[in-house]
């Protein structure tokens, strides 16, 4: 069923993990829950329990409570329960108060029970070690080998009894499936060809929402979150083409903290088809230090959206968000202040016009990351010798001939001098930088990439003029004089 409706502009995905134990009682619960929606330009709420899809934060006779395996269920959830005040029942009325939709946000197949989370553990997990991918298998990263396997009917039929009770008992707006936490779904060779698997198992949700929205007497949309191109879909057993030409959801979102997402495939893919795309506005773990949660991340931000605007999404969806931690607990959350103000601008091109944007190439943080077909158009780090070179893209798609002009723009490069005295240089679509100069430079996060000692990380950059800049992907080219370096990050600065 294809929604006849317009397109939501801002969803703000929630992980409402870290409200629930930190409350003491149910209208500071929901102050933490639905209390920033008031000041900002959010249309729709993805909310998802905090738990992962395989225990519940909410009275369910499918799951059991987090932590009950082992018997640390959170006080304040069982407090919420006994008094009458089930979380989706509370969170959706509230919301519904603040004319914002309600999604149910449901992690198929969260990993975090595979690397601690003990809680998470759901118990038919440890009782049935044959329904998960595997610890040891060669082909799947450690931290994902409690995912459920969906060649195993048992699992397919598990998880459509949560969603079935969901929309029992809830009285949601709507449905996202999040694929993306987490792949793998099957053995990943095998996945591309247990693809009609998952389309197998959306079908019955498709049927499911259409049936219970019938009775209700409106549509249930139904969200999917996929990987950002068409290609990583396919392998990760995705077959996005199918599910838009039998109508399966009523819009796609894309991507998992990657920068570059194909937003114009996807687009082309769902013409006339009345599906939404909206790209996904997150920062983990895109290796850039100044993207999520730190301060200064503002501007890495607000170009993410801009650039999406600019290549035609339907809206702009934010994941894992804390804007809702701020303003439950300011003082103990001060490095998500500014995204209370981006969830008042990140709506319109417009709202954003004469205001700071990072934009910067897509780079892969670690040898082998988690979501690792999420990561195809990624280009950084690249290592490269004396005498090779590399053309690095990097989209900018604002328009410098619009008023306000910025004050200032830099393009900068941070690469790691493998052999301490290397020498580069550095060309923007084909002009030659003559005028670089060194510059503070910052490492990921965590140094995984193998690549670099700290003392030998480097960055260089330049003031460049607007005109040297396309609107569109841009092209950075590095070149090797002397020595091995290995590009870290490709950054273009705009200042107004």
Not at 35 to 56: Q, R, V
Not at 129 to 137: A, F, L, N, S, V
Not at 148 to 156: D, G, I, K, Q, R
Not at 242 to 250: I, K, S
Request: contains cysteine; charged residues 20%; hydrophobic residues 40%.
């Amino acid at each position: 069923m294809i929604q006849d409706m317009n397109p939501y502009l801002l969803i703000y995905q929630m992980d409402s993990s870290g409200v629930l134990p930190a409350s003491t009682d149910v209208n500071d619960y929901l102050k933490g829950i639905v209390g920033f929606l008031e000041d900002s330009h959010i249309d729709c709420l993805f909310w998802h329990d905090g738990a992962g899809g395989n225990t519940a934060n909410y009275d369910s006779d499918v799951l059991e409570l987090t932590g009950e395996r082992i018997g640390e269920v959170c006080p304040s959830l069982l407090r919420l329960i006994e008094e009458g005040n089930d979380p989706p029942k509370i969170v959706v009325r509230e919301a519904k108060k603040r004319d914002v939709d309600i999604f149910y946000s449901f992690r198929l197949n969260d990993c975090h029970d595979s690397f601690g989370h003990g809680q998470l553990l759901a118990t038919f997990k440890v009782e049935h070690p044959e329904w998960t991918i595997g610890k040891g298998h060669p082909e799947v990263h450690s931290s994902v080998h409690r995912n459920l396997n969906f060649a195993v009917p048992e699992v397919c039929d598990l998880k459509f009894a949560v969603i079935e009770e969901i929309f029992r008992k809830y009285d949601f707006d709507g449905l996202e499936i999040d694929f993306l936490r987490s792949p793998p779904y099957f053995i990943p060779s095998e996945a591309p060809g247990n693809a009609h698997l998952l389309t197998q198992f959306l079908r019955r949700v498709r049927e499911h929402l259409n049936q219970r929205g019938k009775a209700r007497g409106r549509q249930l949309p139904l969200a999917v979150r996929v990987n950002p191109t068409l290609e990583a879909c396919r392998l990760d057993g995705f077959d996005i083409p199918t599910w838009v030409e039998e109508g399966l959801m009523d819009s796609l979102i894309l991507g998992s903290g990657n920068i570059d997402c194909d937003v114009e495939a996807f687009k082309n893919l769902t013409d006339g088809t009345g599906i939404f795309v909206y790209p996904c506005v997150y920062g983990w773990p895109s290796g850039y230090n100044i993207i999520f949660g730190f301060e200064g991340s503002e501007p890495m931000l607000r170009a993410l959206a801009s650039n999406y605007w600019h290549q035609g999404a339907d809206g702009i969806y934010t994941f894992n968000w804390n804007a809702h931690s701020y303003v439950h607990r300011p003082n103990a959350h001060p490095q998500f202040a500014p995204q209370t103000q981006l969830l008042r601008e990140m709506d319109a091109l417009q709202a954003m016009r004469g205001k700071d944007k990072l934009y910067a190439a897509d780079r892969l943080l670690g040898p082998k990351p988690m979501l690792p077909h999420n990561w195809l158009q990624a280009t950084l780090p690249q290592t490269l010798e004396r005498g090779e070179q590399v053309a690095v893209p990097v989209l900018v798609e604002e328009d410098f001939t619009a008023s306000p002009p910025p004050q200032t723009i830099w393009l900068s490069v941070t690469y790691s001098d493998l052999a301490e005295t290397s020498q580069i240089d550095i060309t923007l679509n084909g002009h030659p930088l003559a005028e670089l100069e060194p510059t503070g430079a910052w490492l990921p996060p965590d140094n995984t990439d193998g690549t670099s000692q700290p003392d030998r990380v480097r960055a260089l950059r330049q003031e460049i003029r607007p005109d040297l800049l396309i609107q569109g992907r841009n092209q950075v080219g590095v070149l090797v004089v002397a020595g091995e370096i290995t590009i870290k990050a490709v950054e273009i600065h705009v200042l107004y």
